[in-house]
């Protein structure tokens, strides 16, 4: 690894915590910088989830006093979760780098589509549980919501780009109405998707060191500059600018060779 190569991801890096803590969307800059120094897209993936783990276990420690009245429900959902991000993990490790070089443009034009119409989605499910017949005022964690979660929880073990948005649309469609709710939930629920992803690709060896531990400490710093810039930059600005982003970055790897 050069100078230069170290001096791109960690600003990937820097980039994505700072994001991260704001509106989302970190991985359209940590990911791309470790493909364009040359780490295999499958490596590439993985340490970029090692790289990331860390701030979605302040996420959800962040929520733990809005988390402890749910733990009856949070259980099943939490082994989903489990079940999910080991199966995506594997599947990942399974998957040859020229197939996931093929998926990335793709993958990366389904998160950004996500990314983009959160706004819309979310709106279109508060307006649906209105009007479905019988809807439920709490959850249940019934067999559907749990199968919604285990499904989220394999493409985030696979490619995380977008999970959280399709895991609250998932926790939406299961009944939950309370963004702050659905927030804690899904933080809770990422961190243990995250960490069952990040002790598969230890385990398996699929994780670049050298790269990971110099995004690990500018991923933290870029979280702490993030949530002071919050208070600066309108969080909109900063949607935008991660939309354009993701949009550039998806038309160029379609024409990648």
């Not at 994505?16 to 490596?43: D, K």
């Not at 019988?134 to 559907?144: C, I, N, S, V």
């Not at 690709?201 to 870029?222: C, D, E, K």
């Amino acid at each position: 690894m050069t100078l230069f190569d170290a001096a791109l991801i960690a600003l990937g890096a820097f980039a994505a915590g700072a994001v991260n803590s704001i509106a989302g969307g970190g991985t359209f800059f940590s990911f791309p910088a470790l493909l364009a120094v040359g780490v295999p897209p499958v490596v590439a993936n993985a340490s970029n989830s090692v790289s990331l783990w860390p701030g979605s276990l302040s996420g959800a420690w962040a929520y733990k006093r809005e988390l402890v009245p749910l733990k009856r429900y949070l259980l099943p959902m939490g082994v989903a979760s489990f079940i999910g991000g080991i199966c995506g993990g594997l599947l990942l490790l399974l998957t040859k780098d020229a197939t996931f070089k093929r998926l990335i443009p793709w993958l990366l034009a389904f998160a950004t589509l996500l990314f983009a119409f959160s706004g819309q989605i979310s709106a279109a499910l508060r307006r649906w549980r209105k009007v479905a017949p019988g809807a439920a005022t709490r959850p249940r964690g019934g067999a559907l919501g749990w199968l919604g979660q285990l499904l989220v929880s394999i493409y985030g073990g696979f490619f995380g780009a977008g999970m959280g948005i399709l895991m609250m649309a998932s926790l939406a469609i299961a009944g939950h109405e309370d963004v702050q709710e659905i927030n804690a939930i899904k933080n809770l629920l990422s961190a243990v998707i995250y960490s069952v992803t990040v002790v598969t690709f230890i385990v398996a060896g699929a994780v670049s060191w050298p790269h990971t531990l110099v995004m690990i400490v500018t991923a933290t710093l870029g979280g702490y500059a993030g949530a002071s810039m919050a208070r600066r930059v309108p969080a909109l600005w900063l949607r935008r600018a991660v939309i354009a982003t993701g949009v550039l970055l998806t038309l160029y790897y379609f024409q990648a060779p």
